[in-house]
């Protein structure tokens, strides 16, 4: 997982890929959760009951996904990790090439003559 890191959100570990969140663990240690599309989410809890369910709220028909750590199956975690990882660090590529695009674009206008 290039360029991820560990740190810590409000007392307990996290994981960011550029600087975003794409998964934590709890403060007790008894549940992850993992930053997932809707659609991802849907699969993992649909094929792996008991070890996933959606997190509470708009957070949760966002894709975020808890994992009951005790029920956990290491290969299954491992592949939803990867996923909510290389869905924040692709994300977060691509809204700064946009950013770096409409920046340089707004330049390259303000150096035309009018």
């Not at 409000?10 to 993992?34: C, E, Q, W, Y």
């Not at 949760?60 to 909510?84: N, S």
């Amino acid at each position: 997982m290039t360029g991820a890191v560990e740190g810590a959100h409000m007392g307990h570990p996290d994981f960011r890929a550029n600087g975003s969140i794409f998964a934590t663990l709890s403060a007790d240690g008894r549940k992850g959760m993992v930053r997932l599309t809707p659609a991802q989410q849907r699969e993992f809890v649909a094929a792996n009951r008991g070890m996933f369910e959606p997190a509470s709220g708009a957070w949760g028909r966002q894709g975020c996904t808890m994992v009951a750590l005790a029920e956990a199956d290491e290969e299954v975690v491992g592949e939803a990790m990867t996923l909510a990882w290389r869905n924040r660090a692709t994300a977060l590529a691509s809204k700064r090439t946009s950013a770096s695009k409409k920046t340089a674009a707004g330049r390259d206008r303000k150096r035309r003559p009018r």
